[in-house]
C-alpha cells in the first residue's frame, strides 16, 4: 500500500491541505469510477472540467483531491494538493502507483500523422522474432508478449497506460514500443514516463479540430522529444520538413533517417510492386513483404531503431523481411475474385494521396481504380474536402460513404466531402451512405483486373454512429460482395 506522500514525489505542488501520510488505494480521474480509499485528481477536459465533480468523488469515497484550484468546500477532512497542471500530475503519479514501470523497460515512444501502428507493430513483430519478452501499445491493439490486450485509445490515459506498462515489467519484457498520439501529448497521457528513445515520422494535416492550428499540432509532437533525457535518442524522418524542428530543442542523441538525403539510415528504393518493396538499406538490397513507397520509412525506422537499440543487423533484416503488413494496412483481401481489393487505414489526405499514388504507379493497363471513403464525424473537418479531392482525382470512381459518423449528421459529412469536388470531377462521384451498399456497388461495377480501395477504417470492427458501435468490418463485407459478384 502507498501513502499520498510517496506518490506525490516529482509531482510539481503549488500548496497542500491536510495530511499527506495517509494512505491511498486507488488513483482516478474520473469520479464514477472512486472508491473509498481513491485519490481522485480533478482535470479540465474538453467536455466537462472535473473540477466539478471533487464532491461527487468525495462522497463516493475519495480521500484525497488533486487540483489546480482549492473548491470551497466547508467542513472536508479530505487532503487537497493543489498543482499548476493536474494533467501532467496524475502522469507523474500514475508513474509513482505502479513503482515507475517505464524506467525497468525500454521504452521507445513513436510520433507522427501516419505510421505510427505501422512501425510500432514492425518493432513489435521483429523483438519478437529477435527472441525478446516484447509490449506493444498500438491503435489497433495492446500486446504484453502474446496476450493481447484491447485498446480503446492510439495512447492510453496515464492510469491503463502505466498499468500496461507495469504489467509488462511483471511479465520481463525488455521492451516496449508505443504510439504516442497529439491528443496524448497535448493531455499529459505521456507526462511522468522515461523514454529509452522517441521516433518522428512525419507531420501533414489532422487533429485541426483539437489543436486548431498547425503549428500547435507541431509544437505538441516536438513536446515529446523537448522531454527526453539526454540518456535517450532522438530520431528522425529527415525528408519531412518538421525532422528538424523535432530536434532543435532534445537533449537526446540526434540520429535521422530518409530516402532523400544522406542520413544516419538511408533507403533507396529499388522495386516496388504489388509483391512488396525491394529496399537498399544502408547498401544492403532486402525484399519485404509491405507495399508502397510509404512503408520504406516505416520499414527504414523501425530498422534504424533496432539497430540503435544494438542488434545484429543482418539478423534485423533478415526477420523484418518476412513480416505481415499490420491489420488493415494496405491489406489485400483475398477472394475468390479476379477484382485486385485492398483494405487501407488512410483517413487523412497525405495517407489517401499515398495509397492512391502507390495503386496508380501499379497500373498496367486499362484498369478502373474504384475507391470508397468517408470522414470520421466530430473530427477534422477540414481535412474532408481535401480527401474527396484527393480520392476523385486519382480514381476513376469514387463512393462516398458513412466512417463513424459518430454524433454528427452523416448527410453534412458527405456534404462537406463533396465541396472537395469540381464539375469536372462530379461524374465520376456516387454517394452512397450505407458503407455496405456503397463496397456492394463498388464490387457490382468492378471488372476482372479493377482495383477496389476500401479506406479509412481498416482494421476497425465497427461503424459508429451515436454513440452505438454497430458491428462492421470491411475487410469481411468486400470478401463477401467480391464472391456475390464473381464471374
Ligand atoms: C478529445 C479527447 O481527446 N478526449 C479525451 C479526454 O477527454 P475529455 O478531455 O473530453 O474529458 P471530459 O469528458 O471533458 O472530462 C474531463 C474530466 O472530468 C472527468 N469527469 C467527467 C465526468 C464525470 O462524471 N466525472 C468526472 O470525473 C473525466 O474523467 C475527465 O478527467 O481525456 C479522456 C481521458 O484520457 C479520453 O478518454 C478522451 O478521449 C476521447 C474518448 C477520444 O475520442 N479521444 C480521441 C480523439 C483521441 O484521443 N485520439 C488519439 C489518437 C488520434 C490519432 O492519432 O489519430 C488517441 O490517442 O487515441
Ligand atoms: N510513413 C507513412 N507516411 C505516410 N502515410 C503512411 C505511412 N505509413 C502508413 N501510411 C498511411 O497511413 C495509414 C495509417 O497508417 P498507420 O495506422 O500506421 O498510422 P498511425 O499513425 O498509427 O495512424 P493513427 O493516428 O490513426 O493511429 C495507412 O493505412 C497508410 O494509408
Ligand atoms: N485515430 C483517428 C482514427 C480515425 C479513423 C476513422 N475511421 C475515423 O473514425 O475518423 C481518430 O480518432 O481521429
Ligand atoms: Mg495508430
Known sequence: MKTLKDILYNVK????????????????????????GSLFVAVKGTQVDGHDYIEKAIKSGAVAVVCE?????????VT?????????ALGVIASNFFDNPSKKIKLVGITG????????????????????????????????????????????????LNALLSEMVKQKCEYAFMEVSSHAIDQGRIAGLQYTGAVFMNISH???????????????????????????????????????????????????????????????????SYQGLELDI?????????????????????????????????????????????????????ADSNVRAIVDYAHTPDALENVLQTIDSFRSGNEKVITVVGCGGDRDKDKRPVMASIAAKWSDKVIFT???????????????????????????????????????????????EDIILVAGKG??????INGVRHDFDDRAVLKEMLELFKD
Open 113 to 160: 500523422t501516419n505510421g505510427k501502428t505501422t512501425t510500432v507493430t514492425l518493432l513489435y513483430s521483429l523483438f519478437r522474432s529477435l527472441g525478446y519478452n516484447v509490449g506493444l501499445l498500438s491503435t489497433v491493439q495492446n500486446k504484453i508478449n502474446d496476450e493481447v490486450i484491447p485498446s480503446t485509445h492510439t495512447t492510453p490515459d496515464q492510469i491503463s
Open 69 to 77: 484550484e482549492m473548491p470551497l468546500l466547508p467542513d472536508i477532512h
Open 282 to 334: 544502408n547498401g544492403r538490397s532486402v525484399w519485404f513483404r509491405l507495399i508502397g513507397a510509404f512503408n520504406a520509412y516505416n520499414l527504414l525506422a523501425a530498422y534504424a531503431v533496432a539497430d540503435i537499440l544494438e542488434q545484429d543487423v543482418e539478423e534485423v533484416l533478415l526477420m523484418l523481411s518476412g513480416i505481415e503488413t499490420a491489420p488493415g494496412r494496405f491489406e489485400s483481401v483475398n
Open 402 to 448: 458513412d466512417d463513424n459518423p459518430r454524433t454528427e449528421n452523416p448527410d453534412t459529412i458527405i456534404k462537406e466531402m463533396m465541396g472537395g469536388i469540381g464539375p469536372s470531377m462530379v461524374k465520376k462521384t456516387l454517394i452512397i451512405r450505407d458503407r455496405r451498399e456503397a463496397i456492394k456497388t463498388a464490387c457490382s461495377l468492378a471488372n476482372d
Open 13 to 36: 505542488l503549488t500548496s497542500v491541505s491536510g495530511n499527506t501520510g495517509i494512505e491511498v488505494v486507488d488513483v482516478c480521474f474520473d469520479s464514477r469510477k472512486v472508491q473509498k
Open 206 to 272: 489532422d487533429h485541426l479540430d483539437y489543436h486548431e492550428t498547425f503549428d500547435n499540432y507541431i509544437k505538441a509532437k516536438k513536446k515529446l522529444f523537448d522531454g527526453l533525457p539526454s540518456s535517450a535518442f532522438a530520431l528522425v524522418n529527415m525528408d519531412d520538413k518538421r525532422g528538424q524542428v523535432m530536434l532543435q530543442n532534445t537533449r537526446a542523441r540526434q540520429l535521422a533517417f530518409g530516402l532523400k538525403f544522406m542520413t544516419d539510415y538511408k533507403a533507396k528504393i529499388i522495386t516496388n
Open 459 to 464: 482494421h476497425e470492427t465497427y461503424q459508429e
Open 80 to 88: 487537497f494538493v493543489e498543482t499548476g497542471d493536474s494533467a501532467a
